[in-house]
């Protein structure tokens, strides 16, 4: 007499499960990689469009939006922040006042609530990780170098940048070519 199988053997769903569970495990490191990816894309658009900016400004007011250096001798890094307030002088929520700027035109938007938040609660303008760009003037080649810190939050660039001899940044985000 022949039996009747019915449903399925232990191994057979012992199988199963770990199949789902090495395609949710490939899954989700694929999202992952993908928000990290968005991250650095949004971040190098952005240094990108800062830079222009802050080019415009220059061009004009005749002046970047920081103070220049004693004697012209030195390069400069200026507070982020305080250039951001100085292209963007109509949004209330950056720390700061407006200097350079007298014409309060608005180079660039910040944008202070939403899913793409650029602005934290202390006034400053922070990239996806919420750490502050940082911005840099080497004086003798009249070149703006703009970076962000990355995933990690540490500045790996700053030495180099102000040296000019940049070449592995870690992962940090820059403008620097």
Known sequence: MRTRRRGFTLVELLIVISIIALLAGLTASVVVSAAKRRHTVRVMSRLNQIKLAIEQFKLENNQYPWDLPPNDTTDVVP???DVAKEL????TDLAG???????KRDYLQFASSGSKKEIDGTGKV???????YN???NLSLDKVVL??????GA?????????????????????MK
């Open 147 to 152: 970076w962000s810190n990355g995933p990690n």
């Open 155 to 175: 500045d790996e660039t700053s030495d180099d940048a102000a040296a000019g001899t940049a070449t592995d940044f870690g992962d940090d985000i820059t403008t």
């Open 126 to 132: 922070v990239d996806p990780w919420g750490v502050e």
């Open 88 to 91: 963007n002088p109509s949004n």
């Open 97 to 103: 006042n407006v200097v350079y700027n007298v014409t």
């Open 79 to 81: 507070v982020f922040t």
């Open 135 to 137: 911005v840099y003037w």
